[in-house]
């Protein structure tokens, strides 16, 4: 269920920079005292003008030409788009003009489209291709794009202009989307400092440079110190592995050089069905091991420095700005609006879900005994003892299921929602540049065939990719600057097979499809006027809402019947077993909860804390999650080290939200159940008028009630979780 996120570090990074396009940030250029010789000039003026970011890009939709963009581009490109940003921004802060919406609001929106050019590219490509010189270049870039933030952002004149729009707006004849916009880029200027003087100016910026730094490495090291870990399978190490486990064990060792053998990794599509399946329990110790200490090891890539500074940085910052914590300032900006309306929900599943996972403990324990282990129950031995007592209790093979979710059919699947909800249609296209050859495209076109945009598919893991799985975008929506469609991309972690080899997936992988692909949607169908406010810029709380709802789909029976049809038979799945999927669907879940719950909590305790002297991070993990009587077997689905959502991806203090958000998917899908028709047109036109299309140009409340006719409920949660409602 929770195999999934919007961004990682690259998006996370991509995010930020589309508000640089808004005007809301931006960097002081370095200057030197001396001039450089007449042969640096003259290679730096030739980098530029044949630097494809600063030509046309006659591609298909003006996709990125991947095939001619190179690492070298990236710098120069970078540095002059700061400096295109920074004359537009000075000139319209500096303009001899009444502010109005027109002539400051509309030109920060359309200013930094050069540079937000040039971002997407470059932090999508950290996130999927990343090598030595990307990452030192990411080092490098990203302090640099802090400290242009910080220019635009303290720049008095440009908020004077701003405040003196927003304090008019409501007398000024504007539209409501353009009053949203208005409220929305003052408050964010105020959150980033605007309103500081003197001294805490300063501070406040290099703070932000800092925290810039630190999550940049922060990633890094988590990426490189889950390549440091490899487990290396003998043929004889393979005992209880299903054949495709072994193919794409196989295959993997292949493309890192190890022939003859058999390799997992930490991505999570390997070593998570590894703990599941293998029967070599002191391997799956190892596996567990190295999957639980990623960033933890005490060698270069140790990220406990990184953690302990970032929150120390974060409370600093916050009270800066007259927030307790860090908490505060973030949730303040939210659905949640407070912690203790964040904690109240999270409270409220950890208590059901410790008494469950107790149950599932016990039926464990008794499938160990019967099966005479003589062993104690450890962390590494969950997963795989869960699955026998599935298989006991609901004759639940995931194994037998995996058969029936081919890749291509869950592509097929989620286009096919896509149409019945909204009318959609996906082409493949081959002519697209791509920046690795795994990688899909597909244009889309809407009921009337017009096209709307295109979509990226990148569903591979390799050593270069981020873990995990989550959606960018190379361009968003807008109508400011014309009729700007989005490029919208979803990237997955799947296991690669070997040449002529189907992809099968685990039915947690085709959840998780549909899931990054509701993302997708939410992207591809924005149809809003300003790129501020556009697609998934929305709050926390309220961007999961889209993609967890569209989960619900590839859970109904009549879709598991027409999609999911076995890899060799092309046979759908036999109605027994979609009743056995469905009768078994809220098992293991006191275990799932209490995984993302207790990574929760931990995210909140950082971040509520008032004084932050120094960090042992394996104490505070034990301790925050001992008080809350945490099942030893159970560890965080993210401990910190590795925490790459709040340390590195923008969720610091709101991973929560997949929880609030699961309020609103589940008591939001049962209008379709309500209708009597999962694609029932109404309802259908109704999640576009209210959610797909709108962004964040909506009160996210008032958005929800239009959709749903009403607020929602806790109750849907708590019965799809199998967890009682009284």
Partial sequence: ????????????????????????????????????????????????????????????????????IKTEHFLPAFEKAMTMHLEEVDAIANADSVPTFANTVEQLELSGAELSRVAYVFFNLTGTESNDEMQALQREISPKLTRHSNTIQMNEALFKRIKAVHDSRNDSNLKAEQIRLVERLYNEAVRSGANLEGEDREKFAKINERISSLTTEFGQNMLNDSRNFKLVLEEGDL???????????????????IEGKYLITLQRSSVEP??????????????????ASRGDNDNEYDNKANVEEIVKLRSERAKLLGYKHHSDYVLSNTMASSPEAAMDLLMKVWTPAVAKAEQEKQWILELMKEQGADHEFAAWDWRYYAEKVRKARFDLDQGEIAQYFELNNMIEAKFYVAK????????????????????????????????????????????????????SAFRTQQKLAGDIKPLIINNMNLNQPADGEPTLMSYSDAVTLFHEFGHALHGLLSNVTYPTLAGTNVSRDWVEFPAQLYEHFIAQPYMLNKFARHYKTNKPMPEALIQRIKDASTFNQGFATIEYTASALVDMAYHKMTEVDSIDVRAFEDKILGDYGKPEEIIMR?????????????YDSAYYAYMWSEILDSDGFNAFVEAGNIFDKETSQKLYDFVFSTGDTLNYEEAYKGFRGRAPTTDALLENRGFKTE
């Fill in 420 to 471: 019945q909800l909204f009318g959609l249609t996906f082409t493949e296209r081959t002519d697209i540049p791509v920046y690795n050859d795994v990688v899909r495209v597909w244009e889309v076109k809407d009921a009337s065939n017009n096209p709307i945009g295109l979509f990226f598919g990148d569903y591979y893991a390799r050593p270069t990719k981020q873990s995990g799985a989550w959606m």
């Fill in 1 to 68: 269920m929770y195999k999934k996120r919007i961004s990682a570090l690259a998006s996370a990074s991509v995010v930020s920079l589309a508000l640089l396009a808004t005007g809301c940030s931006k960097q002081e250029q370095p200057t030197s005292t001396e001039a450089p010789a007449a042969e640096q000039v003259k290679e730096e003026t030739a980098a530029v003008e044949s630097n494809p970011f600063f030509e046309p890009w006659n591609t298909p939709f003006s996709a990125p030409p991947f095939d001619i």
């Fill in 638 to 650: 993210h401990r910190s080290t590795h925490f790459g959502h709040i340390f590195a991806g923008g």
């Fill in 274 to 291: 590894f703990l599941q399946f293998s029967d070599r329990r002191d391997l799956r110790e190892k596996a567990f091991k190295g999957w």
């Fill in 239 to 257: 005992a209880g592995m299903s054949q495709s486990m072994i193919d794409a064990a196989s295959a993997s060792a292949k493309a890192q050089g």
